[in-house]
């Protein structure tokens, strides 16, 4: 062991059976300390209660157990549920609960704060303060579970990393929450449950291919040209659309898994007709399963606007027409902030 106290769930179970056995114990008391933190999903060592206190003791001597705590929860009239997290060292984070007649999905974030800067993203307007571990992003979705169960009975059905942050930028974090959040030992849920959105980062979603990754991918667009999407998008500079169509295709021929497009309308900037063609030449180039149409969500920093319904209808109609298959999705949680572009640690 190395001097000064460890987050003991950054261990594997090989490297605590060696702590165990230098510590003079069974090695089987290793195993018994990785169900409690991973199936049992204990946020303190005190809890591990089939250890003796002498052993609890000595683990608290040498570990820590920086477990995310809830801070604050608010309920919006539609049934969403959003959570302000607390770190270990004073941050916070929110997560969202989102039911649905079908699902009850948990939308998680990556990183404290984002460096992207997206103009029509609340989260956008805080400076990053750092990425959330792999743990840490685990714990949301433990305690998004439990208050799925708690209020509707039925555990989570769906993950979608779409909270504060871009996931692809912490991405070493984002697969490890993912491969605990599928083990057997960890929460079992399927990889096809799961869909991490980036805002395009061409690179990493080249590398998502090479780790053959089973979860789905969602590419937040909302802007069909480079100059449009530049605009509201400052990371359009270092990774534009043919990039990020290259690197979906990539994405495609390494892992099969779904793609989706993200795109928010905005009034009089992205929802013409000929944006509409835009997109569909898009959609053509790469195998994407669906167009998500997603209404704008005001934020108090920036002055965009939504379109008109009629409006909506004659952008939908002209997609439709066009065979591109896509889902207007109403937003959800607008009435405490927890809808698309809102998280920002208001409260």
Request: charged share 25%; aromatic share 8%; hydrophobic share 35%.
């Amino acid at each position: 062991m190395k001097s000064g106290k460890q987050n003991i769930r950054h261990f594997t179970l090989p490297e605590l059976e060696v702590y165990f056995e230098e510590l003079g114990e069974k090695k089987f008391r290793a195993k018994q300390v990785y169900e409690w933190i991973w199936t049992k999903q204990v946020h303190s060592i005190e809890e591990m209660t089939n250890l003796s206190k002498e052993l609890r003791q000595k683990l608290n001597d040498n570990f820590t157990l920086p477990a995310l705590v809830i801070n604050s929860t608010q309920y919006s009239a539609d049934g969403t549920v959003k959570s302000s997290f607390k770190t270990f060292d004073g941050h916070l984070v929110e997560g969202v609960l989102i039911p649905t007649e079908n699902r009850v999905t948990a939308c998680v974030s990556s990183q404290i704060g984002c460096s992207l800067s997206c103009k029509f993203c609340a989260t956008g307007y805080i400076d990053r303060k750092r990425n959330l571990d792999f743990d840490e992003i685990y714990d949301q979705v433990v305690l998004i579970n439990r208050q799925s169960e708690k209020i509707y009975g039925k555990k989570l059905t769906n993950i979608v990393f779409m909270g504060m942050g871009e996931p692809l930028l912490n991405y070493k974090n984002v697969l490890k929450s993912i491969e605990r959040i599928t083990a057997p030992d960890g929460l079992g849920m399927s990889p096809r449950r799961i869909t991490v959105s980036t805002a395009g980062v061409a690179k990493m979603i080249r590398q998502l291919g090479d780790d053959k990754v089973k979860f789905k991918l969602a590419l937040s667009l909302h802007a069909a040209n480079d100059t449009k999407r530049h605009d509201i998008m400052p990371i359009n500079d270092s990774n534009n659309i043919k990039s990020l169509i290259e690197a979906l295709n990539y994405f495609y021929k390494q892992t099969k898994n779904e793609i989706t497009f993200e795109y928010i309308l905005f009034n009089n900037l992205n929802d013409s007709i000929q944006d509409a063609d835009e997109l569909t030449k898009i959609y053509r180039q790469v195998p994407a399963d669906l167009v998500n149409i997603i209404e704008y969500n005001p934020i108090e920093f920036a002055q965009f606007a939504k379109p008109d319904e009629d409006k909506v209808a004659v952008f939908m109609k002209h997609l439709e027409k066009n065979r591109v298959n896509a889902h207007l999705r109403r937003s959800r949680g607008k009435d405490i902030d927890a809808a698309c572009g809102q998280l920002a640690n208001k409260n």
